[in-house]
Nanobody
């Protein structure tokens, strides 16, 4: 069955970096887009990055494109989210999601991982 497993969440100081991983199983990254969303309790889920399945095109909100980078290793069926120059406001639970194409709306995605906590604090 389809499964997405995130890892790499941690406590990091402001200005630091972190790399999240999303290991996919039950489908091929050649045919599915993978996105990352984040959520803070009491706030809407926010999309932070997406990489398409067909050609690896990447998408970011303008506010994050200079600090976050999404990439994938098709051989490992794993997607990565490199986060640099982290800020306290990046603190959230980060979710890996999958669908046939990249969607802006969180409710359009077919599959979700369990999430990984990222905390940015001194």
């Amino acid at each position: 069955q389809v499964q997405l497993v995130e890892s790499g969440g941690d406590l990091v100081r402001p200005g630091g970096s972190l790399r999240l991983s999303c290991a996919a199983s039950g489908f091929s990254l050649d045919y599915y887009a993978i996105g990352w969303f984040r959520q803070v309790p009491g706030k809407e889920r926010e999309g932070v990055a997406c990489i398409s399945g067909s050609d690896g095109t990447t998408y970011y909100p303008e506010s994050l494109q200079d600090r976050f980078t999404i990439s994938k290793d098709n051989a490992k069926n794993t997607v990565y989210l490199q986060m640099n120059s982290l800020l306290p406001e990046d603190t959230a639970v980060y979710y890996c999601v999958a669908a046939t194409i990249c969607y802006v709306s969180w409710d359009r995605w077919d599959y979700w991982g369990q999430g990984t906590q990222v905390t940015v604090s001194s």
